[in-house]
C-alpha cells in the first residue's frame, strides 16, 4: 500500500495515542475529521494497521517479572520451527518473539509473575518443544523503556 504523507502521520499519531478522536486527529494532519475516518479505516482494512491496545503500568497491575531469553534449537527443519513458533505465539506470557541470527536462534520478551512462573513456564517449553536444545535468560531490573512503535518517516516521497 503507498502511504502518502497525511497517511504517514497519522499512522505516527495513533501510535503515540489511538484514542485521539478523528476531531482532534484532524487538527493534527490538516484534514477533515470525515477524511481522517476514511483513511484509518483503509489502513485498518489494508493491514497497515493491525490492532489496538492498552498499553499497562505493570505497577498497577501486579508488577510481573520480565526476562529476556534467548533459545537455540537442536534442528532447523521448518516443521519443527513453524511448532515452536505457534507454541510461543500462543503462549500469554511470551509477549515478543524474534527469529534472529546469531548464536541463538530465538529472542523472547516473557513477562510472568514472578520467578517461579518463568521457571515452570520454561519447564513446560522445553517438555512440549524436544527441539529446543538450550536457553539462556536475562532478568530485567527496571523497565526503562517499552513500547512497540515504528517511527514513520513523514517527509518520504509520495
Given amino acids: 500500500m503507498k502511504l502518502d504523507r497525511f497517511d504517514r502521520r497519522l499512522l505516527n499519531l495513533v501510535q503515540d495515542d489511538a484514542d485521539q478522536t478523528a476531531e482532534r486527529l484532524a487538527e493534527q494532519v490538516a484534514l477533515?475529521?470525515?477524511a481522517i475516518?476514511?483513511?484509518?479505516?483503509?489502513?485498518r482494512e489494508a493491514g497497515v494497521i493491525q490492532r489496538h491496545a492498552a498499553v499497562l503500568d505493570p505497577r498497577q497491575v501486579g508488577k510481573p517479572t520480565f526476562f529476556l531469553v534467548s533459545l537455540q534449537v537442536e534442528r532447523e527443519r521448518?516443521?519443527?520451527?513453524?511448532?515452536?513458533r505457534r507454541w510461543l505465539?500462543?503462549?500469554?506470557?511470551?509477549?515478543q518473539a524474534f527469529y534472529v541470527t546469531g548464536e541463538a536462534d530465538f529472542v523472547?520478551?516473557?513477562?510472568?509473575?514472578?520467578?517461579?512462573?518463568?521457571?515452570?513456564l520454561?519447564?513446560?517449553?522445553?517438555?512440549?518443544?524436544?527441539?529446543?536444545?538450550?536457553?539462556?535468560?536475562?532478568?530485567?531490573?527496571?523497565l526503562v523503556k517499552r513500547g512497540l512503535a515504528i517511527a514513520v518517516a513523514e517527509d518520504a516521497d509520495d
Avoid at 500462543?90 to 509477549?95: I, K, N
Fill in 108 to 120: 523472547l520478551v516473557v513477562a510472568t509473575p514472578d520467578t517461579e512462573a518463568f521457571d515452570a
Fill in 37 to 43: 475516518q476514511r483513511r484509518l479505516r483503509r489502513l
Fill in 78 to 84: 521448518p516443521e519443527l520451527l513453524a511448532q515452536l
Fill in 122 to 142: 520454561m519447564l513446560r517449553l522445553v517438555a512440549e518443544n524436544p527441539n529446543v536444545r538450550r536457553f539462556t535468560t536475562n532478568v530485567a531490573l527496571s
Fill in 32 to 34: 477533515s475529521p470525515s
Fill in 89 to 95: 505465539a500462543e503462549c500469554a506470557q511470551v509477549q
